[in-house]
Each structure stands twice: as C-alpha cells, then as structure tokens.
C-alpha cells in the first residue's frame, strides 16, 4: 500500500494544477472503533503523521494527527506515569481525539485554493473525497515534493 511518504514525484505531470495530480490515492486509513494505540502504531509503522479514519460503512469521519497522539500521550503520561502509557493508549478511543473539522476537497481542487487551505488552517493534510468517499489524500509534504521537482526537474 502506498502512503504519504512513499509516493514518487515521477507521476506528477508536467504541469500539476489539480489535487489529483500530487495526492496520494492509496491511503492508509483506521476504523472509528479502533484506538489511540492503533493509530500510534499505523502511523510509527508507515512512517506517516496523518491518518484518515473511517466510520463502518468506509465514510470518513476524521482525521487523526501527530499531534493529537502527542497531546494525549503526554496527558497520559502526566496523570499516570510513562510505564503505563501502553495501557492507557489502548483505552483511548479514536473518537475522543480525531479531528472532525476539516476541509472537503475533491480531486479537481486547484492545488493553489488546497495550498491556501493548509496554510489558513495550519493543517498538515488535507482528505480528498469524491462523494464522500476518500480517495486520497494531500499533504504538505506533497507540496514540498512538487516545489523542489519544479525548481529541479532532475529531483525524483
């Protein structure tokens, strides 16, 4: 499965102008009912910071961040010491942290308005969803990737 991390500047066209040339549609996703310890382990074993995360029928419902399993670990960590934090990071349900505010964009978004999206919300990715199903999802990563293949065509 392809993630964030892992997708090739090589299948850019010459000239991106939409979210579906940078996005990446293989998404590495987590279901509603799963936990902040799942989701610390997907995103540690995938090398990824941003996880979409599903309701039963495949619909996105949030995102969960890096900093959201931070935040809760440290708080964890506060209230019960760090030699229990597995335990209690099996306990916390995704629906306590995820982010449910966010951007929908579709694979025909212009990359500049997705660009301005990330920036103004200070989000790190952004979903893509074609009728309300993901179908990929963008990161600022992306746009760092399409910036230096811009700037160096030779950079793949």
């Known amino acids: 499965m392809t993630t964030a991390t892992e997708a090739s500047t090589s299948q850019v066209p010459a000239s991106p102008s939409t979210v579906a040339d940078i996005m990446v549609p293989d998404v590495v996703t987590l279901r509603l009912e799963q936990t902040l310890h799942d989701g610390h382990e997907l ?30 670990a440290l708080r964890i960590a506060d209230e ?28 025909d978004t212009p990359l500049t308005e997705a660009g ?27 746009f760092v990737r399409l910036a230096m293949r811009l700037l160096e065509p030779s950079i793949d």
């Open 43 to 72: 995103m540690r074993d995938h090398q990824i910071r941003h996880v979409p995360v599903l309701d039963s029928q495949g619909l996105l419902v949030g995102l969960l961040n890096q900093k959201a399993v931070l935040r809760e």
């Open 116 to 142: 301005q999206l990330l920036l103004a919300r200070k989000q790190g990715a952004l979903p893509i969803l074609d009728d309300g199903r993901l179908v990929g999802i963008v990161s600022s990563v992306d």
């Open 80 to 107: 019960y010491g760090t030699h229990r934090l597995s335990h209690y990071l099996k306990q916390v349900p995704l629906t306590d942290v995820i982010n449910r505010d966010f951007p929908q964009l579709s694979a």
